[in-house]
């Protein structure tokens, strides 16, 4: 043997942080008895605006986490924040379902005053001054559709002032 020491694989750094926000266990009533599932929905993000979110079903929690967190990654996109990812450009309502999500900008050192899944969401977009609400619903998978939604339609100045053939310092 020339190397008695163990050679170990250095690991890569993660490209994007991972946040289980639900596992739900289901059942099929089949002849013999029930069979159980687990379904898993999984947050990805970078904390620099980058965010995803993915869904996978299997028969043992790990192998459907692992399956969501795949979907999660390659459903990654950009999140328009402003204040150096700070915080949100505007206030915004989404809605998905019967779930309504608010999202509002707040001052520097508010803290992100949010529940569960949408905090989950907003920490992994880098978001840390922010205000929301959830309204209706608050089902896990229809709280993050509703959350990536409201991301999703935020625009800032530049983007408006582009749509509209105006130069930004006209706006401002």
Wanted: hydrophobic share 40%.
């Amino acid at each position: 043997m020339q190397n008695d020491k163990k050679s170990f694989k250095k690991r890569e750094p993660k490209e994007f942080e991972e946040v289980v926000v639900s596992i739900n266990r289901v059942s099929k009533t089949v002849k013999g008895g029930r069979r159980m599932r687990f379904a898993a929905l999984v947050v990805v993000g970078d904390k620099k605006g980058r965010i995803g979110f993915g869904m996978g079903k299997a028969a043992e929690v790990p192998d459907a986490i692992k399956k969501a967190t795949e979907a999660a990654t390659k459903n990654v996109f950009r999140v328009n924040l402003v204040d150096n990812y700070r915080t949100v450009p505007h206030a915004i309502k989404s809605k998905h379902s019967s779930t309504t999500v608010f999202l509002a900008p707040a001052a520097p050192g508010t803290g992100v005053i949010a529940g569960g899944e949408v905090r989950s969401v907003l920490e992994l977009a880098g978001v840390s001054d922010v205000l929301s609400k959830v309204i209706g619903s608050r089902t896990p998978v229809n709280v993050v559709y509703a959350t990536l939604e409201a991301l999703k339609g935020m625009r800032t100045v530049d983007e408006i002032a582009k749509t509209r053939d105006k130069k930004v310092a006209e706006i401002r």
